[in-house]
């Protein structure tokens, strides 16, 4: 179980290389300042979902801060307590093993959007943020939920494979 935990953590840091240093290659110098792909936040809601969160809560908390540390620096805690958060309370209200494709695409859509709404709060009780709520839906929230829609359909079928594979080799190591 520990090898299979190992190569989620070393996968989660891989996608967090990837997504600072290939993902803003690929996104349109027009679209830089609205969309934010998150490859590992989507990954979080995959293991929230089929594994467990408690988890996803533990492996937010260290991602996010790893975000705070290398690409925000406004707000030390701010990405670690929305990733955390929103992973550990959309687990809460979606954990089903067997979840089917349209399911986690929802649960996909509200994390996002959670996450945002998230950090939307903490940027204005800090006044780090001057804009309306409904402006930043309009033009960072829903298009991020929608690149986290696309990229989490790439990511379905080996994310859930390999947590198939954990949570089997769980039950394995409690009936020993």
Do not use: C
């Amino acid at each position: 179980m520990r090898a299979h935990r190992s190569v989620l953590v070393l996968l989660l840091f891989l996608l967090f290389i990837l997504q600072g240093a290939v993902l803003p290659w690929l996104i349109p110098n027009s679209w830089e300042m609205r969309i934010v792909p998150n490859l590992v936040f989507i990954v979080l809601l995959f293991i929230t979902v089929y594994h467990h969160r408690h988890m996803a809560l533990m492996l937010g908390l260290s991602f996010g801060m790893l975000h705070d540390i290398i690409f925000y620096g406004r707000i030390i805690g701010a990405h670690s307590f929305a990733m955390g958060v929103s992973a550990y309370l959309i687990g809460l209200i979606f954990q089903t093993p067997r979840a089917p494709l349209p399911l986690m695409m929802t649960v996909l859509l509200l994390g996002s959007w959670l996450e945002d709404s998230i950090l939307f709060g903490i940027y204005s009780i800090f006044k780090l943020n001057r804009e309306p709520y409904n402006w930043a839906l309009m033009n960072h929230m829903l298009p991020t939920m929608l690149i986290h829609f696309a990229l989490g359909l790439l990511l379905y079928i080996p994310v859930r494979r390999q947590l198939e594979k954990l949570k089997n080799e769980t039950r394995k190591e409690e009936k020993a």
